[in-house]
């Protein structure tokens, strides 16, 4: 056993509003400078729908993540012989069209305009090359709430999959929202895409960074990421992509997209796994058992076995009791309402998904029916197909997706029966045993999923800085290191720990 | 390392590394180096060293943090943390930090959308307005005029009155061509147009708009103090905007009021209708998000798959403008079931006490059957009550007989102390309301009902139980009960004779399977949604909620729509219920702290009467809409027609004629003119000019210029436009604007010959074009409306200045703090005002005497004993001789008001004393003495020279602030309980217990920075905020009796006045959405090649933008498609040959657009939809139907379709206040043609 800490999120996809503050807020901060303009550390998209980069989940094409072929696990690019072959070429790279060309328009015209006969307008111009365009033609989130229609929507890989299921008819219509940030992967095939070795997995938190002075601009990491996740930024010609605002979390503060999510969709919280665990748990050969068995990489932070492996590798005790107070622990592992997206990647992601409820269908209207449960309709009702969510969150499988709907509903039910009343108690007990669950964790839920208070969103221990051999000096020298004396001078008026 | 994955050295080394300072090719070296392989030799960690990592971490640090907000219409009121790191603005992130709303509760935090966190691209963005522009055409003549004339007011007149001059640089407008100024320069000018205007014209011909209090409340009083000491002419713009919903005041006697955000967690029946929750309420969205994890059920009801289905349990439907059929369906269900077949106690008891079910209506003979009348007064019965006329009455069970209960219009003007709702007469003994006369009825009688969904006929005749009882002269009444009405009206029969339907099943008005012809929604659905909603509000005691918004209120019929309902909420006992009842989200015209706001912004410290004018009405004569009229066919019915068939302008005029609607301009002739001739023709007081004046009014010598719009010297001559984007945003009937306003380059399409024509206003041959002398806008970007104006100011952003917000939606106070001072020239709109107050004052000594006196005509307003002016709702003319012309009675009041020109600087910048005569709204009153005292301690005193010397100093914008928060209940605890006195004396109610708690605290802008505070409880509004309580109005009114500001002091169900009843409105009914244009007929149709499409035209708000504002940020402009599009149904687009993305154009008689298409199968066939404000100032080409110019607004294919009935006045609720009545500005009732556009002509030079 070798225990390792990871600071990782959940989103709770059924609170999700759509309304990309996490994007905004994530872009003022860290891409809103010449050379990321096209860059969503932080992105939303509908779906149904193709998403960010077009078709990202489309592996036939990007060729991204791991595969397992022949008992072995490897990068579903190819290995060292094919990245050395292709490293001027990468023919799986995205291009700027399946991103975007991004525009801006000819504001100044508007105020500087010379008197001239019509009213003034700014024009939209490419910010690539500057010149005016007559209209934008794909942005990064063209096809918000399902704006295309059937020209745009069947492009989502997970449709293509399953296109008997979904109708695209107004009647039917469904739609969810995907917040997307990188995934900070256990088993990350950018960092192994990396040819200079510059993106490395941070030990103390498991954040996934690309060392801005290592990287050499080869850009395998962009389509090596299954999710797309990592940018090239055309003027520093080096990649970037989500820090998991490191400066923040390490000062015990959630990431700006958490800290912003105006509908209260994200927790963060620490958990503990087993790093030896982890290439076994890449390599099982069903796809649909990877889920279970990234679970089996987390280890259960009040074991005391567990505790005193995690004190052994230098974890202390707050962040161990972090890991048990972990909203993510909660939802991901004890719960298990909390899913990873694209396991079948084989990255074994470390941000994960509550799946959505959504409207009964508007054909069921038998009475009987539209009453099952206590007013709150039934989980066969719904309209987002299961097969659909399975697509995202299981690896098809679609007993999974259904249990933690059945689990949301199974609250919903018990805390209508307890605040107003009127439900059929046999049929709630008969939901609640379907569902798995019991009263008590019910009620938990219902606690950190509604009233979700910052403090229980958010359980992050700071980084630990007290590891340092020197923090007088640090305290006095920080951010004028080149000022303060150089080594070897002894400052400090107590001894220095070695 | 190359299958597998580098993680980095253990903690510890990491961090040494992190600091020590390393020879960088060593560092690359290391790579080369092997770590220590883990995880089967898959991984591998890295020794190499971080110190990289410093590089991000130096972004996120920053110098300070400051509390500020947006000063936007979106009802968000957010707090905010502004970053500044170098001495720049960097970015923002939402304040986590308010007071909790309890242990178990989800909080307020984080408030804030992706629109405000974009907002600190404005402060370096190439659309800033960094300085003061002139258009160049005008800036040259002025100078060269100033060279010659060195008194600018003169150089302005030698300008304005020459015709050649003047058109050169009003053609010039919209044009390009603008040109640096100064400030004093900008000064000079405004402050002489604006003297030139007040000699030429009168005071009323200068105006400002500039809406939303609330979003800034400084910053409106800036202009609005200006205006008000000048008696300029301050539009409104809750009304207009169509966010009033006019059924409030109708139901209520209230503006608004509505809970705040978090009681929806409270509610346990959640119903969404036509108000896009994530999409404009975002920060508040979570609150029902959550609830439903707490067992709350949420339904849906919108005509495409909005947002906010994504949340609901069931999604209904219904076709857009007919949510009214789906709730009078959804009432028929709630009567028949909960009132009839299984009386529910709870609701009964509630409709007793707090609705006018129970009331006597009296029924009058009509034709061969009978229609219902107005409301039984006790003064048809006996002369025993004071104010009669004003006292409703019902029938008491237990005395069986007829009975006055407290709590009347009559109870609150009466002098006594009996304003309240208790059931107990004076010998103590208890009232029973009867609700229906079923068990008693002396007879039935068949009484028609109006019925307007076309396809089924207009009456429907059904049998009601009566009484006959005899009137104080002996002569015999029919009456019934309000409830036994409605029952017959929805159509639960109860056994009575008539024409009722058997079952929800027959397709009679109102059941569910007659609603599911119109609105599409299965009848099933309805009957259970409805049944629930009941269900749960029995179980709950009222914990059944609606929310609703712009999707339902933006209708011609808004009010109708609403009050259906609003049916729903009242029935069930909802209303006044935390947890309960309506949620109306649209706008954000809640000043908490009101009473302080609305003394500094309409300078009522100095006793300066401020013309307060309804911006539809004016907007509609102004823009000359009332020109090009449209006879609407649906209106038509066999029901009413005297004042249902009249054009709107000319009710519009008998509104101003009769004192319902303000007016201003008033009168043709200058209004400092008619007190100059009374004096010399010998009227020496007050009384007597008043009396001279009003009957050359009745001669008809004095000319109302409502009637002569097109006149020139009615014209609204200099116009403020600030914080605002009128004309690339709010103004419906956009090219109208451009054309008879502005004067510009316009689009109008439609033929005013072939329109429908007024009576009794003056329509000339030609309409006016380019009406106003002067356009002024101040903005800190460049919109449509600075693009057209003359002189564009620039003004701090918000997050440069110091100000206030508050909404509905939460119940804090926050303010805006200044991050930078503001940069470039741009100054606060608090000291720009000053500015042109100061140089006008300076002008002023030599143009205008201090002694000016003038006329100021002003409606009859609620809240004020107008409001029992005219009786019985009876519409009586006194131009046609049906009544005498009374002033304050049957025409506005008139006042004799002066006018201190030279001292307007020194008024604007300290407290005036007539303050301390006290100060209040909505019938509270506050002692002013010590407020004056108080303020002089918290402000310091003026030691500028003048008349303000040694009053409480109002210089800045923080001086202000201080007043506001002093002044005001809400954020002030002394105030709260001095107001809650007030109410004791009118209701003999015990209430100052409800803010006794709090009467220390007193808030200060220092406070509010340092953490939010919760709002103290005041009688101002109408919810009890005490013990951490979350804002739910009307609650107390249930829980402390307090009467609603109705004729019957209860919740209305049914309204008597004449034109309502004229009009079929009686009683909440379902009226069909208009279907105006595209053309009327007769009218050129423009012409094409191309396929084409009619289609229904509807603008809600939009997810990248709160009105045209944060349109422009690149994250808004990016994170979609740009601007401007419109969604359609992909079926539609395809049936004319679009794809996705591709441009057209829409076009009707009004003007033409042009965008691009975002097509969809989420919509649903028949209608489109542009978002609300995109404005035209971004990549849009010209058009190629029409004048073939630039594409225009959302509201260019839009008009004013004014509603007679929003027109009422002097009647108890139906009676004039500032933003609470008049004709809404609604633009959903349009019909426009849609076509590709081929050819893409930017129309450069």
């Known amino acids: ?498 | 390392m190359v299958n597998g994955l580098t993680l980095s050295n253990t903690f510890k080394k990491v961090v040494m590394k992190m600091r020590n300072k390393k020879n960088s090719i060593f560092n690359h070296l290391k790579f080369l180096k092997p770590g220590e392989r883990i995880n089967d030799g898959f991984t591998e960690e890295s020794p190499r060293s971080r110190e990289w990592e410093k590089m991000y971490r130096q972004r996120w640090q920053h110098d300070k943090v400051v509390r500020s907000t947006h000063g936007v219409n979106c009802t968000g009121s957010c707090s905010w943390k502004i970053y500044v790191k170098d001495g720049i603005i960097t970015s923002e992130t939402q304040q986590t930090d308010y007071p909790t709303t309890g242990a178990d509760f989800p909080e307020y935090e984080p408030r804030g959308c992706p629109r405000g966190a974009s907002f600190s691209w404005y402060t370096y963005s190439p659309v800033r307005v960094k300085y003061p522009y002139i258009r160049s055409d005008l800036y040259q003549m002025w100078k060269d005029e100033r060279e010659l004339e060195k008194d600018p007011v003169k150089a302005w007149s030698n300008i304005t009155s020459d015709p050649e001059k003047r058109s050169k640089y009003v053609k010039a407008r919209g044009k390009g061509g603008f040109v640096r100024a100064n400030w004093r320069d900008a000064c000079e000018m405004i402050a002489s147009a604006t003297i030139h205007t007040i000699k030429t014209y009168g005071p009323d011909r200068v105006t400002g708009f500039s809406p939303i209090p609330a979003m800034s409340m400084v910053s409106y009083s800036a202009g609005t103090r200006f205006l008000s000491l000048i008696g300029g002419n301050i539009l409104s713009f809750y009304d207009w905007y169509a966010d009033l919903p006019p059924a409030s005041p109708q139901v209520w006697g209230e503006q608004t009021d509505v809970p705040e955000s978090a009681d929806w967690y409270n509610a346990k029946y959640f119903i969404i209708w036509g108000t896009n929750l994530p999409q404009t309420r975002t920060p508040d969205a979570h609150f029902m998000v959550e609830a439903r994890y707490n067992g709350t059920k949420v339904v849906g009801v919108s005509p495409d798959y909005a947002e906010y289905e994504k949340f609901a349990d069931i999604w209904l439907p219904a076709r857009a403008g007919t949510d009214g059929a789906l709730a009078m369906a959804m009432t028929h269900v709630i009567l028949k079931e909960f009132y009839v077949d299984n009386p529910t106690p709870y609701f009964i008891d509630y409709a007793k006490k707090f609705t006018d079910l129970p009331f006597l209506i009296t029924i009058d003979p009509h034709g061969d059957a009978y229609r219902s009348g107005r409301f039984l007064h006790s003064s048809d019965l006996n002369e025993t009550q004071n104010l009669g006329d004003w006292k409703t009455v019902l029938w008491d069970g237990n005395s069986n007989s007829v009975t006055v209960p407290n709590g009347t219009q009559g109870h609150r003007w009466d002098g006594d102390n009996k304003w309240n709702l208790n059931l107990e007469k004076d010998d103590g003994s208890i009232i029973d309301p009867e609700l229906s006369f079923l068990s008693m009825a002396e007879d039935t009688l068949q009484v028609e009902f109006p019925y307007f969904a076309k396809e089924h006929g207009d009456l429907v005749t059904r049998g009601i139980p009566v009484k006959h009882i005899k009137d104080k002269n002996g002569k015999e009444l029919i009456v019934t009960t309000v409830y036994d009405l409605m029952m017959a009206h929805t159509g639960v029969s109860r056994g009575l004779p008539g024409d009722y339907p058997i079952d929800y099943n027959d397709e009679k008005p109102y059941t569910p399977a007659w609603q599911e012809s119109i609105t599409g929604v299965n009848k099933q659905h309805v009957i259970t949604v409805a049944r629930e909603f009941a269900d749960n509000a029995a179980r709950t005691k009222g914990k059944s909620m609606i929310a609703m918004g712009g999707g339902t209120n933006h209708w011609y019929h808004s009010d109708q729509i609403y009050r259906s309902i609003l049916n729903l909420v009242l029935l069930t006992g909802s209303q006044g219920v935390n947890g309960g009842g309506w949620a109306h989200y649209v706008g954000q015209e809640k000043v908490r702290p009101v009473e302080g706001w609305q003394t500094v912004a309409f300078a009522k410290d100095w006793g300066s009467p401020p013309r307060l004018q309804n911006g539809t009405s004016f907007f509609y004569f102004a823009t000359d809409q009332y020109r090009y009229e449209e006879k609407s066919e649906v209106t038509k019915n066999n029901w009413g027609g005297k004042y249902s068939e009249m054009h709107p302008a000319d009710v519009n005029a008998l509104s101003a004629r009769l004192g319902w609607l303000p007016s201003y301009p008033q009168f043709t002739q200058n209004s400092i003119d008619l007190v100059t001739e009374a004096r010399k023709s010998g009227a020496s007081s007050n009384q007597e000019i008043i009396d001279s004046v009003v009957e050359k009014v009745k001669k008809g010598e004095i000319d109302w210029s409502i009637e002569n719009p097109d006149d020139p010297r009615n014209f609204p001559r200099v116009f403020f436009n600030w914080r605002s984007n009128l004309l690339g945003d709010s103004g419906k009937g956009h090219e109208y604007f451009v054309k008879h306003l502005i004067g510009g380059e316009d689009q109008v399409l439609a033929d005013a010959e072939l329109s429908w024509k007024p009576e009794t206003v003056n329509v000339k041959e030609n309409g006016a074009e380019g009406k106003a002398d002067l356009f002024v806008s101040v903005d800190f970007r460049m919109t449509s409306s600075g693009l057209f104006s003359d002189i564009v100011l620039p003004t701090a952003t918000w997050y440069e200045k110091f100000d206030l917000s508050t909404t509905d939606l939460h119940p804090f106070i926050h303010p805006f703090n200044a991050a930078i001072s503001p940069p470039w020239e741009a100054k606060s709109d608090w000291d720009g005002f000053r500015e042109i107050a100061k140089v006008f004052s300076e002008l002023a000594e030599k143009h205008l005497p201090a002694e000016t006196e003038e006329i100021v005509t002003s409606p009859l307003g609620h809240d004020s004993k107008d409001e029992i002016a005219q009786p019985n709702g009876k519409i009586l003319d006194w131009r046609k001789g049906e009544v005498e012309a009374i002033p304050g009675k049957t025409m506005p009041n008139f006042a004799v008001v002066k006018r201190d020109y030279p001292n307007v600087y020194q008024k604007m910048t300290t407290i005036g004393s007539a303050l301390k005569k006290g100060y209040g709204m909505k019938g509270i009153k506050l002692p002013g003495d010590k407020v004056y005292e108080e303020l002089k301690e918290r402000l310091g005193v003026s030691k500028r020279e003048g008349i303000g010397k040694g009053n409480p100093d109002l210089y800045t914008d923080i001086k202000a602030i201080e007043t506001i928060l002093l002044m005001s209940g809400a954020s002030n605890g002394k105030r709260a309980v001095e107001g809650w006195k007030s109410l004791e004396e009118k209701t003999g109610q015990k209430l100052t217990e409800i803010a006794e708690g709090r009467e220390e605290e007193a808030f200060t802008l220092g406070d509010l920075t340092a953490q939010p505070r919760q709002t103290i409880s005041t009688p101002v509004w109408s919810g009890l905020e005490k013990d951490g309580r979350r804002y739910s109005p009307f609650t107390v009114n249930t829980e402390y009796s307090i009467p609603w500001r109705t004729l019957t002091g209860r919740q209305s169900f049914y309204v008597d006045h004449e034109m309502m009843l004229d009009f079929g409105e009686g009683l909440p009914t379902y009226l069909p959405p208009l279907s105006k244009g595209p053309y009327v007929k007769g009218e050129k149709e423009a012409e094409h090649d191309e396929k084409s499409i009619t289609i229904r035209y509807l603008t809600p708000h939009q997810k990248w933008g709160i009105h045209t504002m944060f349109t422009e940020t690149s994250a808004m402009v990016q994170l979609f498609r740009g601007w401007q599009v419109v969604w359609m149904n992909e079926k539609d687009g395809a049936s004319i040959g679009l794809k996705d993305n591709d441009w057209i154009e829409v076009y009707n008689r009004n003007g033409a657009i042009s965008a691009r298409v975002v097509l969809t199968y989420r919509i649903p066939r028949g209608m489109a939809y542009m978002h609300h404000a995109q404005d035209r100032t971004m990549g849009v080409p010209a058009t190629t139907v029409g004048k073939k110019k630039r594409g225009g607004t959302h509201n260019s294919v839009t008009r004013i379709t004014a509603k007679p009935t929003h027109m009422i006045g002097g009647y108890s609720q139906f009676s004039y206040g500032f933003n609470y009545y008049g004709p809404t500005g609604s633009q959903r009732d349009t019909i426009a043609i849609i076509k590709p556009l081929k050819e893409v002509n930017w129309l450069e030079n």
């Open chain 1, 1 to 498: 056993m070798r225990i390792k800490a990871q600071v990782a999120m959940v989103m709770h996809l059924d609170k999700c509003i759509g309304c990309h503050t996490c994007s905004v807020t994530c872009k003022s901060t860290w891409t809103n400078r010449p050379g990321t303009e096209y860059m969503w550390f932080n992105n939303v998209e509908t779906r149904p729908g193709p998403g960010y980069p077009k078709e990202w989940e489309n592996q036939d094409k990007f060729k991204g993540g791991w595969e397992y072929k022949n008992g072995k696990l490897r990068l579903k690019a190819g290995g060292p012989m094919s990245k050395l072959k292709n490293i001027f070429y990468n023919p799986d790279m995205g291009t700027l069209d399946d991103y975007y060309e991004p525009w801006t328009y000819d504001y100044a015209n508007l105020i500087n305009s010379p008197k001239s006969e019509h009213l003034p307008v700014a024009r939209p111009q490419s910010m690539i090359t500057g010149k005016y365009m007559d209209k934008p033609e794909w942005g990064s989130n063209w096809d918000d709430d399902l704006a295309g229609g059937s020209e745009v929507v069947p492009l989502d890989p997970n449709v293509q999959h399953l296109q008997e299921h979904i109708a695209m008819e107004y009647e039917k219509t469904f739609m969810m929202y995907l917040p997307r940030i990188c995934e900070h992967c256990l088993n990350p095939s950018c960092v192994a895409s990396c040819p200079s070795g510059a993106l490395y997995k941070r030990d103390e938190d498991g954040v996934v960074l690309v060392d801005q002075e290592e990287c050499r601009g080869w850009r395998f990491c962009m389509n090596g990421c299954p999710y797309n996740k990592v940018y090239y930024n055309w003027n520093t010609h080096k990649a970037e992509k989500c820090n998991f605002c490191y400066p923040r979390t390490e000062a015990g503060l959630p990431t700006i997209c958490s800290e912003t999510c105006v509908g209260r969709i994200r927790y963060i919280g620490v958990v503990l796994y087993d790093a030896d665990k982890v290439k076994e748990a890449a390599s099982v050969e069903d796809p649909q058992d990877l889920y279970e068995a990234q679970l089996d990489c987390f280890l259960d932070p009040f074991d005391p076995e567990v505790i005193a492996e995690a004190e052994k590798e230098g974890i202390n005790n707050e962040w161990i009791k972090g890991a048990q107070e972990s909203p993510i622990y909660k939802m991901a592992i004890k719960w298990k309402i909390a899913l990873p997206l694209h396991p079948e990647y084989r990255t074994l992601p470390m941000v994960w998904y509550v799946p959505p409820l959504s409207p009964i269908m508007n054909h069921v209207t038998n009475e009987d029916e539209l009453n099952t449960d206590g007013y709150i309709p039934t989980v066969d009702q719904m309209r987002i197909p299961i097969e659909y969510l399975a697509s995202l969150l299981s690896a098809g499988d679609t007993e999974v997706i259904r249990k933690v709907l059945l689990k949301l509903t199974a609250m919903r039910v018990h805390m209508r029966s307890v605040n107003v009343g009127g439900v059929d108690p046999l049929s709630e007990s008969k939901l609640l045993e379907e569902a798995g669950i019991d009263v008590e964790t019910v009620e938990e839920m219902a606690r950190l999923l509604g009233v979700a208070k910052y403090n229980e969103r958010f359980v992050i221990p700071t980084g630990r800085r007290e590891m340092d051999d020197d923090l007088y000096y640090q305290q006095g020298a920080c951010s004028l290191e080149d000022l303060a004396p150089p080594e070897g001078v002894v400052t400090a008026p107590f001894e220095r720990r070695n």
